[in-house]
């Protein structure tokens, strides 16, 4: 019954920008992290951004250009994406850990695609 709903992606040209947002539902526990993942084409998944613990760790290959902010309540997660490069292509994936029993959860997946 837990569910993440990601909304958001779609195509941009190089140098526009998007903004990726999380929305969760069904959680009953505290949501201890919340952030983002993606999958470029034929690389392995990776983090791009996530707060945790009170603090939000950036990815060096979008550290200046992506800006993570949850929502009061700390249930929603919203990626601003700007300066955006063809190698930011990717499925991005929301992602959520909650306290207790320490369970991740994922959201289906947005595509986003950066091309002229």
């Known amino acids: 019954q837990v569910q993440l709903v990601e909304s958001g992606g779609g195509l941009v040209q190089p140098g526009g920008s998007l903004r990726l947002s999380c929305t969760t539902s069904g959680i009953i526990t505290s949501i201890k992290s919340l952030g983002w993942y993606r999958q470029r084409p034929g690389k392995q998944r990776e983090l791009v951004a996530i707060h945790t613990d009170g603090n939000t760790y950036v990815a060096d290959s979008v550290k200046g250009r992506f800006m993570l902010s949850r929502e009061n309540g700390n249930n929603t997660v919203h990626l601003q994406m700007n300066s955006l490069k063809p190698e930011d292509t990717a499925v991005y994936y929301c992602?959520?850990?909650?306290?207790?029993?320490?369970?991740?959860?994922w959201g289906q997946g947005t595509q986003v695609t950066v091309s002229t």
């Open positions: 992602n959520a850990i909650v306290n207790w029993p320490p369970t991740p959860y």
